[in-house]
C-alpha cells in the first residue's frame, strides 16, 4: 500500500519536472542575425563586431571573402568581429552581413546583442556606429537539431 501511494505521488511530480524541461527547450532556438542596414552613400565597412550573452554561435552561414574573422564562444557568451584583409576588400553594402551567422540563444529572456560596424568613405577618417539589441534583425532559424552548441 506505501509503494503505491509514494508511486502515486511520484507520477505528478515528475511530470510536471518534464514539461519543464519541455518549455525551457522549446524556449531556446536558433536565430538567424543580420547587422542593420544603416550605410549611408559612399561608406564602405572595414570592421564589424558583435557580442552574444546567454547565447552561443553555433554556424557561420556565409564567410565574407577576403575578410579575417575572429570568433570566441566561451560558457555563456560569444563574440565575433572582423575586418578585410585588402582594403579593396571593405563592403560597399550589407548583404554580406546580412543573415551570416546562426546563434541560439540559451536563456531567451536574458538574452543581450550588442554590437557595432566601422565604416569609412576615404580610408583616411572612420568612425564607428554602434547598435543595440534592438538594431539588430534575427529571423527565426529553420529547425536543424545539426545547429546545436557544442557540449561544453
Known sequence: MQIHFAFLALVPVLALG?????STRAGSQNFVLSFPNRLRAGEQIVA????VRNSDIVAVNK???DWLINMLSEAADANMSGFPNHGASAFQNMAPLQGFVTIHKNMPRHFDITGYIVVTKNFTQEWTNYFTKSDFI?????PNEHLQPTPR
Do not use: N, S
Not at 518534464?18 to 519541455?22: F, I, Q, R, S, T
Open 18 to 22: 518534464c514539461a519543464g524541461l519541455h
Open 48 to 51: 564589424f563586431r558583435f557580442e
Open 63 to 65: 564567410v565574407p571573402y
Open 138 to 142: 534575427l529571423e527565426m532559424g529553420a
